[in-house]
């Protein structure tokens, strides 16, 4: 019985891990533009990376690693890369930023406290409620990808997700900027 309760706990964590890892995105799309006609992209420039406002330092590794992926994912999407962006169809670029963030929680507690025992043998008291309050501070990380008609210099789709980024995905950051790319470029293109 031991065995089987700790086989469906490990299950169970499984479970919740796959469960928790999953990103999503939204999307905003200039409905006008029609998406089968681009067949390349470039980056909008050689540092196509903009930082917004972050909480802690950015390895200048990041761009490599965003450029890289993005390059990958639009390939195996049926799109060529050139590295020049005047002669591509869309110009890709990139926002990333984070924030710290503080997360109150507060749980009701009570206890019950007895009172001197009367003459008849009865025990006053009473219940006393309170709370106990918890702070937890995290670091929620945003990334967007913004493409951009290069004939008409102009927006055409943009992609943001967000998410916690824990120590060890500062530590080791591949494995979360590529699942940050990949649920954002599943929108594209849009149809």
Sequence with gaps: MKRVTNCLAVLACLLLAGCASQMTATTDVD?????SAF????????????RSVTAR???????????????????????????????????????????????????????FQRGPRGRRGYTW?????????RTRTYTEGQLAVDLFDVVQARPVWHGTTSTRVTRSDREAPDELIREAL???LAEFPPG
């Design 182 to 184: 990949e649920a954002i």
């Design 57 to 111: 330092p950015l390895s200048p590794l990041v761009q490599q690693r965003l450029m890289a992926d993005t390059k990958e994912i639009l390939t195996e999407q049926g799109l060529r890369f050139v590295e020049d962006a005047a002669e591509a169809d869309l110009a890709v670029a990139f926002t990333i930023g984070s924030r710290e963030g503080i997360r109150v929680e507060s749980f009701p507690t009570s206890s």
């Design 125 to 133: 008291g009473g219940y006393w409620g309170g709370s106990t309050v």
């Design 39 to 50: 067949q390349t992209f470039g980056w909008i420039d050689p540092n196509p990376l903009i």
């Design 31 to 35: 409905n006008s533009v029609d998406f």
